[in-house]
T-cell receptor, first 114, second 110 residues
Framework: EAQVTQNPRYLITVTGKKLTVTCSQNMNHEYMSWYRQDPGLGLRQIYYSMNVEVTDKGDVPEGYKVSRKEKRNFPLILESPSPNQTSLYFC?????????????FGPGTRLLVL | QQPVQSPQAVILREGEDAVINCSSSKALYSVHWYRQKHGEAPVFLMILLKGGEQKGHEKISASFNEKKQQSSLYLTASQLSYSGTYFCGTFDNQGGKLIFGQGTELSVKP
């Protein structure tokens, strides 16, 4: 089954403790991206990747890192999480990231930073 | 800059119609529409491309006015399953950076 998976689905952590949220897709998509969703603000893009070893900033990249060493994986790294990073995070992928392609979203990761 | 959606919320009775608008201050190459049920991932509805091509949902229609940099999503004869939050999204220039509006919450009551 074609899908985007994220792990973990729920995470509670403390300020400053490094964490990684994994994202994997099995559709051989070149394009992957991360979003955060906060009430009233919609989905805001954090980072995106057009292909392996190619990443770029979205609208809200501060406090986050990503890497794209393999086509199927695009982990999101919070080196020193802070409470304002408490949010619902979605990973998404599409074929090449061009205008006319459907984005396939993962199930989401709900993060609480204390 | 984030596209602006209106209205922010709408409540309908089953069978009624609704229109959700999305406008951008930047030139649009395409407009994407997604629906999100509470606690779930956004799901693709439709893509509208410059030049008039559309891809997407059978029962939901949309328009794209390139000159006005606006798109509208038309939900006719609404069903209970239409409830959720609707997002429009636009790509920045050639692609890559996808920017979503703040969402429109639609509730369909029996």
């Amino acid at each position: 089954e074609a899908q985007v998976t994220q792990n973990p689905r729920y995470l509670i952590t403390v300020t400053g403790k490094k964490l990684t949220v994994t994202c994997s897709q099995n559709m051989n998509h070149e394009y992957m991206s991360w979003y955060r969703q906060d009430p009233g603000l919609g989905l805001r893009q954090i980072y995106y990747s057009m292909n392996v070893e190619v990443t770029d900033k979205g609208d809200v990249p501060e406090g986050y890192k990503v890497s794209r060493k393999e086509k199927r994986n695009f982990p999101l790294i919070l080196e020193s999480p802070s409470p304002n990073q408490t949010s619902l995070y979605f990973c998404a992928s599409s074929d090449r990231g061009t205008w006319g392609e459907t984005q396939y979203f993962g199930p989401g990761t709900r993060l609480l930073v204390l | 800059q984030q596209p602006v959606q209106s209205p922010q919320a709408v409540i309908l009775r089953e069978g009624e119609d609704a229109v959700i608008n999305c406008s951008s201050s930047k030139a649009l190459y395409s407009v994407h529409w997604y629906r999100q049920k509470h606690g779930e991932a956004p799901v693709f509805l439709m893509i509208l491309l410059k030049g008039g091509e559309q891809k997407g949902h059978e029962k939901i229609s949309a328009s794209f006015n390139e000159k006005k940099q606006q798109s509208s999503l038309y939900l006719t004869a609404s069903q209970l399953s239409y409830s959720g939050t609707y997002f429009c999204g636009t790509f920045d220039n050639q692609g890559g950076k996808l920017i979503f509006g703040q969402g429109t919450e639609l509730s369909v009551k029996p």
